[in-house]
Structures are given as C-alpha cells and as structure tokens.
C-alpha cells in the first residue's frame, strides 16, 4: 500500500504523473509474469499502457474521452442501443459501446471484438465478452467498497491519518467477515456480524464504571490549584535573587521580607515560621481557625493569581 503525500520530486524529474507512477510502483512484483491488469478510468492512460506492454503486463480498463492521445473518431454524437465501435493501434484496442450510456475500454488483454450492432430480439443491448470479465473483475472491488461504506465507523475529521486507520479497520472487519463467511455454517448478514463484533469487545472489555459529570460551569475552587498538587509535587524551599514580602504574613497584615520562594508556586514565604507550610496545607493559609479544603466558603487563589498579588506590594 502507498500513501500519497503530494507531489514527488523524483517521480517529477521522471515526467511520470502521480497516478502513473503509484501503477508503476505497486506492479514492480509481477512484472514479466504476463498478468492482467485490471483498472478504472482515474489511472488508465496511453503512456501508462505502453509502460506496462515493455514489463509484460496487460491491461484492460476504462478510459475518459479526453485522454491524450485517444482517437478522436471514436464515438459519433448519434449512437443507438448495442452499437459498437473499435479502433485498433498494434496490440492496443480502443473500443467504445453504447448501451444506457457511453462504456469506452481500452485493452491490450484480449482481442479486438468485431463492428456492429449487437441486439437481443427484444432490442436489449448484447454485452461484449470484454465487458463481461471488466465487470466480474472490477465488480469484487465495487462490492467491497459498497460493503465496506454501508456499516463504517469513520467519523469527520481534518487528520488524513484517523481517516486512513477507519478505512483500514473497515476493511479488516470487511475482510474477516467474508473469512467467517466461508467457513460455512449459518449465514449472517454484514450488519449482523457488526454487532455480533461489537458485543463480543464490549464483554471482553468488562464492565464500564459510569463517571457522573458535575453539571453546570466548574466552581472557582477547582482541584488544578499548584500548590495542592499530591501528585509528583516539587515545593521546596530555594534561595530568591531579590527580598520579597512573605505572601502569608501580608494576608494577615503583618510586613516581612524574606529572601525564600517556592520553587514551583514562585511564592516567597517564610521557612522559620509555619508560612511555608500553612501555604501549602491550608485553603485560607491566614485564617486562624484553619478551615479545611473541602469547605463549600473557601474561594481559592489559583497560582497565577498569586502571583498578580505579589505585584501589588
């Protein structure tokens, strides 16, 4: 499998188009074993068949109007049902037929079929042989496709990447469906097998907690405050560059400089008192009584707005 990831600069010094040489580069193991290959109109070219003819590979695909070098007498503008025409260059047939609508093909695979117009007796259009095996072989892709699309898990996104893991994670519930598929037995629909697929992983998973959610904007007093952090904290004590008013002695109106800040609050607090420590244990540091964490009165400081208070002094 190969990504495209926008215009190549080897592939460009090459004068190779991206489709062209994504055909190239993924054909390199079967070249000179004389497969066929079998495509729709978005890869299909002249120079492409041409490339593919020297490694021994044939081709039979559908082609667009206006690719270069197509003849330009192919198709007049009135066509009745089942006519068909065919033009021929070496090895390489170029073929247009009309039914419901216009199917041009281009083939180097099987041989050129004959000119005319081939009609049932109740005037339904006669498929050439060369479209019947196009549509027996492109139609497994088809079907995948449409299978693949109809139960899909892939959800809107701008990330290319959570777009190509979807897609491949279809395809592999896709791919070991049609393994369950043929091992026999009772045939289950591919919705059904979703589901089936679905339970199986959710009992397998184990019971799912329900986690209720407070309801309503946050309150002021979150569980984010630095400086009452369990987890992994790093408080010490570390030596200030300047004096600074020790935060817990100016709450309650007392002026003191000290040269000690918390290395992770940026708080400067007094470490022979018990400032450093009420800072760090105590919702309101300067309320005597001590009130606890969980109290529904307590308005907490976060950090940063601790330190738009050191500004003040």
């Not at 299909?44 to 490694?55: C, G």
């Not at 009992?203 to 799912?208: I, K, M, W």
């Not at 992770?264 to 800072?279: G, Q, S």
Request: proline share 4%; net charge positive.
């Amino acid at each position: 499998m190969t990504v495209y990831l926008g215009r190549d600069s080897q592939r460009t010094a090459q004068h190779l188009t991206a489709t062209h040489a994504t055909v190239l580069e993924l054909t390199k193991k079967i070249q000179g074993c004389g497969h066929k290959l079998y495509m729709d109109n978005y890869f299909s070219s002249l120079d492409l068949f041409d490339d593919l003819a020297t490694k021994q590979i044939y081709c039979c695909v559908t082609v667009r109007p206006n690719r270069k070098g197509m003849p330009q007498d192919l198709g007049p503008k009135r066509m009745t049902r089942g006519h068909l025409q065919v033009r021929t260059r070496g090895d390489l047939t170029a073929l247009l037929w009309r039914d419901k609508c216009d199917v041009r093909i281009l083939m180097n695979s099987h041989d050129p079929p004959a000119e005319g117009n081939f009609c049932n007796n109740n005037g339904k259009a006669i498929k050439p042989q060369i479209v019947v095996d196009y549509n027996r072989h492109m139609g497994y892709v088809d079907k995948g496709d449409r299978m693949a699309n109809s139960c899909s898990i892939n959800c809107r996104t701008w990330k290319w990447t959570k777009k190509l893991f979807f897609h491949l994670f279809d395809l592999a519930i896709l791919n070991s469906y049609i393994l369950f598929s043929s091992l026999g037995g009772k045939k289950i629909s591919h919705s059904d097998f979703w589901n089936t697929l679905l339970r199986n992983l959710l009992a397998h998973a184990g019971h799912e907690w329900n986690v209720q959610r407070p309801i309503g904007r946050p309150p002021a007093a979150a569980t984010q405050v630095v400086r009452f952090e369990e987890h992994g904290r790093k408080h010490w004590p570390i030596p200030s560059a300047t004096r600074r008013r020790c935060h817990v002695c100016a709450e309650k109106g007392v002026t003191r400089n000290v040269s000690v800040i918390c290395e992770r609050c940026d708080v400067a607090l007094c470490c022979d008192r018990r400032c450093f420590v009420e800072y760090h244990n105590k919702a309101d540091p300067w309320n005597i009584s001590g009130c606890s964490i969980g109290s529904p009165y307590l308005k907490l400081a976060s950090a940063g707005n601790v330190r738009k208070r050191n500004l003040k002094f």
